[in-house]
Nanobody, 128 residues
Framework: QVQLVESGGGLVQPGGSLRLSCAAS?????????VGWFRQAPGKEREGVSC????????YYAGSVKGRFTISRDNAKNTVYLQMNTLKPEDTAVYYC????????????????????WGQGTQVTVSS
């Protein structure tokens, strides 16, 4: 049974940092899989933040987070991380990790409907 469990969310001041973790079970990250991070703010649609491919370690980022967020994976721990720096109030949202088989490309990785496995989400609040 595939399971994704996020952790690491919390309250942080603007300009601060957080590292989110997505622990996977039921599959291994060295399998042919894409793991993505999404976020959803109140009243807004779920949006793709970043993803990483297990096949070639390629990464994708939304324009709003490029240069501030970094996605990485640790196969030994079967965990994907999202390091978030220079956080802004507009980064406030529930963050979800998701997975799907395959390799990402620039036109599909950010579409939540393409992902079949989802975690329960972790709240990130950026406020002074």
């Amino acid at each position: 049974q595939v399971q994704l469990v996020e952790s690491g969310g919390g309250l942080v001041q603007p300009g601060g940092s957080l590292r989110l973790s997505c622990a996977a079970s039921g599959f291994t990250l060295d399998y042919y899989v894409i793991v993505g991070w999404f976020r959803q703010a109140p009243g807004k649609e779920r949006e793709g933040v970043s993803c990483i491919s297990s096949s070639d370690d390629s990464t994708y980022y939304a324009g709003s987070v490029k240069g501030r967020f970094t996605i990485s994976r640790d196969n030994a721990k079967n965990t994907v991380y999202l390091q978030m720096n220079t956080l802004k109030p507009e980064d406030t949202a529930v963050y979800y990790c998701a997975a799907m088989p395959g390799t990402p490309d620039g036109t599909t990785w950010y579409r939540p409907e393409n992902y079949g496995w989802w975690g329960q989400g972790t709240q990130v609040t950026v406020s002074s």
